[in-house]
């Protein structure tokens, strides 16, 4: 089993990601050019991170130009045949602009970038990584100025029914209400997956939580979960 | 078209310079050749008026591998084969006309600083000094500049660790906005900012050039005032996203060997880089200005030559070599743009089509070559006899302490800065260890190294007023001691000059006596100056800022287990006060900002007092004997202790020293004091280790998260906390 990472330009939570797996978590790791368009090394075993950053600048939406790069077809092609993929931050906006994932982030309600550690806990078991982390509250960090998750309520009953809500912003005690909510985030939503249960993403940051030295390791169940079989 | 001398005066060269310039050219400049040494000649780029005194600095070291002003930042060594790279620069003038992107380009110059050497940078801090913060255009300038730091920060990828920021109403009109930038770079690796090599190609490579910025570094060589908005083309605009991708392809070319040497574009733009480069080469340039990418069509040659259009750099690459370099930049969709080649005769020869329009000795018009040099005189101000009037037993003792402890804690220079901070990404990079365990420095680790390095800014300028030399002491001491706190070894400083104009001799007094103490206490402390920048003209009609002599200084710590927090750990710890306790409440918060005395002298300092208390300090921390360690800063001893406590959220219980006024033991700002935490069983050896060092038994840590003050109750630290953390948020709503 390995991780590819996908770099774009702008992309600045690459190098974290790495760091985060391979030193870490002591995984195998592919650095992924994102004007190459070859993912035949990979197989349904293993997965693609999009890391977070402002891939092209941001400028136009974010996420909305990394979507075109030649290796998001790739992406989209692996994630249809079952390969896992997570996208972090930047890396969910562009899945969610790339159509993998249904919904949108928005500017965050109070209009400010923010970064902070926040807490998250799993929604359901049903899916790989909510099965791995169980519902305790995780001590995450977020750095976004567009992370407030939309979906119209129709694509909200639909995650709701199908499970495929993954996690909610919590407090430290697991309790969800608006206080716990970093950035407007409808329902406290800050990740999700697809139907396939194949397709990760969330707003949080594991990779600033895996390191004894950093003093926070409540990351590491997170990307752990990506290690096994789906 | 030969230039006039009211055009030269008009670009800001005085007479004298002006017949200079004749001197060397051999005749009379041409407008653009004026413009150039203008640019070049100002105190931004020369430090003509500040260099006298800057050399009096210690700028030697067996830790430093480039000296002070040798190349674009200082390279100090932290073992294992690593260097660190960083530099201190000011965005003053930029950042008062144009909040955001002022500050978002001084963010980006001074880490294009750090690459252009082939460091990466890994860290961000800052040094912000506002007018009052209930004045609507001060509460415009913070959001301002906070958004433009974390704009260009946060896209670019480097979390901001640390800085300071203080509201003092000297800063009303000329806000002080000074960017810290620290990198890493494997020792051998570095690139210098040379050319040299007949017919070795000269290319510009990242954004291409506009009329933005034009004259910038004039701009920022005059006082500010109302009609400074005027001069809003001289604010340059930033693209974090093509400073990211420069910084990438940079890094990803210097291992090929390709290069001779390269240079950022910040002030003076091409002018400046062809010239700096060249003069350090010891050859010539012969450039295409026609070459050159360019925003708008129709730019003259000297609006291309002196342009500070941000995100760009100039490399001069081996002959034959040419491709690879290319290749990188192509890869990373940038400009890479070949526009002149080296020349074995030391002139600079600028092209436009064909045409020379302007051929200066490159030595001619940089620091250290033809740049002029000037001594200015200085004489003692005025207003240090009312400083020296000020008598402790005037003030009255306050009745209800902790009434005033409860407001001191809420002044915007001592309440939480949460507001501003979490608008910056503070921990991509994954180095940062702040987050979840606060320290007095910054503590950050180097990837691929067990070295964590340790880094703040610091200057009270308060103190500096009311004493410069002793003022500027106690700002490198007090980083010095921020660092020791933390576990660190401090190793040198990078420093950031903001003062009035000087030309104003009582502005130079503060100048020349800063840079005295500032000498004194840096070798004292074997931390040498590597470099930084002078600003000088802080100032408006209501007159010069307070003397602003920031210290950037970076430590060094063997690993991580040798990092020391400032919080309490467990309830029953002993908390100790190392160092003396005076009745002082000299140039405080509290005296300043409660009591209302704007005149009063510098806090108790004695450089040999606070050398004991680092060293011992040190000892102990390495010897394990302490638990938490926070020096006394602003708001005194109360606001140190809340501080440690709030950090686990747990509370203490003191006595107070019936010997002293209560206001000094609890609010005064006497240097040279650091609170600790000792596990109790270990409280012997500790005092036997402190080996005559004055210190004060002040109580112990509780579970029951309350303050208690000589047995009575001052409430839950959650409700402290509360108050200490919405303090600034609630001024700037």
């Known amino acids: 089993m390995k991780f590819g990472i996908i770099v774009f330009p702008g992309s600045n939570c690459d190098r974290d990601m790495m760091h985060a797996l391979r030193d870490d978590l002591k995984q195998e790791v592919v650095m992924l050019w994102h004007k190459d368009r070859d993912l035949s090394m990979f197989t349904k075993d293993d997965c693609i991170v999009l890391p977070g950053g402002f891939s092209y600048g941001d400028y136009l939406r974010c996420g909305a130009l990394a979507r075109f790069s030649p290796m998001m077809e790739q992406v989209i092609e692996f994630a249809n045949n079952g390969g896992k993929v997570l996208g972090v931050c930047n890396g969910f906006q562009i899945l969610c602009e790339a159509g993998l994932l249904p919904g949108v982030l928005l500017q965050n309600d109070h209009q400010k970038f923010t970064c902070k550690n926040v807490y998250i806990k799993g929604e359901s078991t049903e899916n790989l990584i909510g099965g791995h982390v169980g519902n305790k509250a995780l001590r995450i960090p977020v750095a976004h100025g567009e992370g407030r998750y939309h979906a119209d309520a129709e694509t909200l009953k639909k995650l709701q029914d199908n499970k495929q809500i993954v996690f909610r912003y919590c407090d430290e005690h697991g309790e969800v209400h608006i206080n716990s909510n970093p950035n407007g985030a409808i329902n406290n939503i800050a990740g999700i997956c697809n139907e396939g249960r194949n397709v990760f993403g969330m707003m949080p940051h594991p990779e600033r939580a895996t390191s004894d030295v950093l003093n926070n390791i409540d990351g590491r169940a997170i990307l752990e979960a990506l290690t096994h079989m789906n | ?733």
């Open chain 2, 1 to 733: 078209m030969i230039a006039t001398l009211e055009q030269a005066t008009k670009l800001g060269l005085r007479e004298e310079e002006f017949e200079k310039i004749k001197e060397i050219l051999g005749r009379t400049p041409n407008f653009t050749e004026t413009a150039m040494y203008s640019v070049m000649w100002s105190e931004h780029c020369s430090y003509k008026n500040s260099i006298t005194w800057l050399k009096t600095l210690p700028r030697d070291g067996d830790k430093l591998l480039v000296k002070a002003g040798e190349e674009n930042a200082g390279l100090v060594d932290i073992g294992d084969g690593w260097g660190c790279v960083f530099k201190i620069e000011s965005h003053n003038h930029p950042s008062a006309i144009e909040p955001f992107q002022g500050a978002a380009t001084g963010v980006g110059g001074i880490h294009r600083d750090i690459f252009t050497m082939g460091a990466r940078p890994i860290a961000s801090l800052n040094s912000l000094r506002f007018g009052k913060v209930d004045n609507p255009k001060t509460k415009w300038l913070i959001k301002g500049v906070v958004k433009g730091i974390g704009h260009y920060g946060n896209c670019f990828g480097v979390p901001t660790v640390a800085g300071e920021v203080y509201y003092e109403s000297c800063y009303q009109t000329n806000p002080l906005v000074n960017a810290m930038s620290v990198g890493v770079v494997r020792v051998g690796e570095t690139v210098s900012a040379t050319s040299y090599g007949e017919g070795n190609p000269v290319f510009i490579v990242g954004a291409s050039t506009g009329k933005d910025g034009i004259g910038g570094a004039s701009f920022a060589s005059a006082d500010i005032s109302e009609n400074s908005a005027e001069q809003l083309p001289s604010v340059q605009v930033g693209d974090p996203f093509e400073e990211k991708k420069l910084l990438e392809a940079c890094l990803e070319m210097i291992p090929t060997g390709a290069l001779i040497g390269m240079q950022d574009m910040g002030a003076a733009g091409i002018t400046c880089s062809t010239s700096e480069m060249s003069a350090k080469g010891e050859h010539g340039m012969i450039i295409h200005l026609d070459k050159v990418p360019t925003r708008q069509a129709n730019m003259k040659p000297w609006e291309m030559l002196l342009s500070e259009s941000q995100e760009r750099m100039l490399i001069v690459v081996k002959k034959g070599r040419e491709s690879e370099v290319q290749t990188i930049f192509d890869k990373w969709d940038i400009h890479c743009v070949q526009i002149g080649e080296v020349t074995k005769d030391l002139n600079l020869k600028y092209y436009m089509n064909g045409e020379l329009i302007a051929d200066v000795p490159a030595e001619s018009l940089v620091l250290g070559g033809g740049a002029p040099i000037y001594e200015r005189q200085f004489t003692t101000p005025a207003y240090l006899a009312e400083i020296n009037k000020f008598d402790i037993n005037n003030v009255a003792q306050p009745a209800d302490l902790k009434e005033i402890a409860y407001q001191l804690i809420q002044l915007p220079n001592i309440a939480s800065k949460r507001w501003i901070y979490e608008q910056y990404d503070s921990m991509v990079g994954t180095g940062n260890t702040q987050t979840n365990e606060p320290s007095d420095a910054a503590i950050v680790r180097v990837h691929g190294t067990e070295k964590v390095l340790a880094m703040t800014t610091d200057c009270n300028s308060r103190y500096v007023y009311a004493n410069p030399r002793k003022g500027a002491m106690i700002a490198v001491s007090e980083a010095a001691r921020n660092i020791v706190c933390s576990g660190g070894l401090p190793v040198a400083i990078t420093n950031c000059l903001n003062f009035g104009n000087p030309y104003n001799p009582e502005v130079y007094y503060q100048f020349v006596e800063a840079i005295q103490g500032m000498g004194e206490a840096c070798r004292k402390f074997d931390t040498p100056v590597t470099g930084g920048n002078v600003s000088f003209y802080n100032q408006s009609e209501d007159g010069p800022v307070y003397p602003t002599p920031t210290i950037g200084m970076v430590g060094v710590l063997e690993n991580i287990n040798q990092k020391m927090s400032l919080g309490f750990k467990h309830p029953g710890d002993t908390i100790y006060m190392l160092g003396t306790n005076y009745n002082d409440i000299n140039c405080s918060e509290y005296l300043h900002h409660i009591i209302g005395e704007s005149h009063s002298p510098a806090p108790h300092f004695e450089l040999e007092e606070e050398y004991v208390l680092q060293q011992t300090v040190a000892n102990l921390i390495s010897m394990k004997l302490v638990k938490s360690a926070h020096d006394i800063s602003e708001g005194g001893l109360f606001a140190c202790m809340l501080e440690s406590a709030m950090a686990n959220g747990l509370g203490f219980n003191m006595t107070t020293d019936a010997n002293l006024r209560k206001d000094a033991m609890l609010f005064g700002e006497a240097q040279s004091r650091v609170v600790v935490s000792v596990n109790t069983d270990l409280c012997a050896l500790f005092e036997a280790e402190l080996k005559g060092l004055p210190f004060t038994k002040l109580g112990i840590v509780n579970a029951h998260k309350e303050i208690c003050v000589d047995g009575q109750s001052w409430g839950y630290i959650s409700d402290w906390k509360e108050a200490y953390d919405t303090a600034l948020e609630k001024l700037l709503a």
